[in-house]
Each structure stands twice: as C-alpha cells, then as structure tokens.
C-alpha cells in the first residue's frame, strides 16, 4: 500500500459545527503532515507530526485541532471555523522527520458555510 | 517571504511542444529540488527530484536542469500532451529539520490539442 488515503472528499458544514477530518497511510510513514491549499496556491503546512507527537504547529488558529491516534492515523478536528477556511486540507506523509519523499493523500474539499 | 520563486504563473503550450517552468532559490542550504505535478481535485504527486551534484535529470519527456552557480533550475516537458495539463509546483528541500519543504507559487499549464 503506497497511498495516502483521506475522508471524507468533500465536506460541508456550517460555522457553529464540530467535524473532523481522517487520514490514513499503512507504509510505515513515521511524519505525517496537515496542509491547507487554497484555490492558485501552494500547499501551506499547518502541522507536523514525528513519532505520533507533534512536532510544528505554524501558528495555526486553535479552531483546528490536530490529533495523531497512533501511527497510521491523522485526524484534523474542526470547530467554529469561518468561511475563510474553506479550502483544500491535504495530508501527507515521509519514511521519517526531514525524509524528502513526501507522499500525499487526495485531500478533503471543505466549504464552510 | 517566499523562500522559492517560480514563473510563469501559467503557461499555454501546444500539443507536441516543449513547456518550460523556471524557479529560483536563495538559500544555499537547500540540497534537494522536488517538483511536484497537481490535477484538479488531487493532491501533489512527486514527479521528478534533483540533487545539486547534478546538472540534469531526465525520467521520459520531464528533465530537470539545474545551475547551481545561479541557484535556478528548470522544468522542461518535450512533447507535451493534453494530460500533462496541470499546477506544477517546484520546491527545495532542506535536509534537516520537520519542516523541510517549501514549495514555489505554481503554474498552470495547459496544452491545447
């Protein structure tokens, strides 16, 4: 298995909901990262996990919450989000910390209502 | 700041011509130089990476060519097709730490039949 596999694919929810977000890899991957991609941008890291303890939280709004159950799961959180985070959110994963074969997953389309 | 710069932003290319992505860095550190190819919809799929011990890398119609005087290298796609109609994003890579990765601006490049 060499995929990266999130879910849902597309979410919507209003501000005042709770959702979460799922990603899954079984190659072993030790880092696994968040990345939120608006439309004509590149990916922006968010979080960053080594060894299921995260690692780097760039300055990311406490809205989003991550969570790193053990390590072949990612979830990503998401309470009282506003209609500026409407976005693709993007996992990723690396064989290690600072490994440079970045694998990522499909991404989750969120709209925020 | 923008730790990679990439142009052109997009790029119209006919059917069996060459396309051609630029990207320049500053930071000499920097010793690993992925690119990335990203369809609508999906995540960035890793297409081809160089190190700076080497001018050139080819795998196909995707060569990468790489000064390391100037601190620029290049995307070139021979023949282009249809379906190679997508952002391209290139990106330099440290060899330490969890963040690591830093992408450029992207292009979007089309090739009209």
């Known amino acids: ?113 | 700041q923008q730790q990679v710069k990439q142009s052109p932003q997009s790029l119209i290319v006919q059917k069996g011509g060459i396309s051609i992505i630029n990207c320049a860095y500053e930071n000499t550190a920097f010793d690993y130089f992925p690119w990335y190819q990203q369809f609508p919809g999906k995540g960035p799929a890793l297409l081809i990476a160089i190190r700076p011990d080497v001018s050139e890398k080819k795998e196909g119609r995707f060569t990468i060519s790489f000064n390391k005087s100037a601190k620029q290298f290049s995307l070139h796609i021979m023949d282009s097709q249809p379906g190679d109609s997508a952002t391209y994003f290139c990106a330099a890579s440290l060899s330490t730490g969890a963040n690591n990765l830093f992408f450029g601006t992207g292009t979007r490049l089309t090739v009209i039949p």
């Open chain 1, 1 to 113: 298995d060499t995929e990266v596999t999130q879910t849902p694919k597309h979410l919507v929810m209003g501000m005042t909901n709770k959702k979460s977000l799922k990603c899954e890899q079984h190659m072993g991957h030790r880092a696994m990262y968040w990345y939120k991609q608006k439309a004509k941008k590149p990916p922006e890291l968010m979080f960053v996990y080594s060894y299921e303890k995260l690692s780097i939280n760039e300055s990311v709004p406490s809205r989003f919450s991550p969570e790193c159950p053990n390590s072949s799961l990612l979830n990503l959180h998401l309470h009282a989000l506003q209609p500026e985070d409407s976005a693709l959110y993007l996992c990723a994963s690396s064989q290690a910390p600072g490994y440079r074969g970045y694998t990522f997953g499909s991404g989750t389309r969120l709209t925020v209502v």
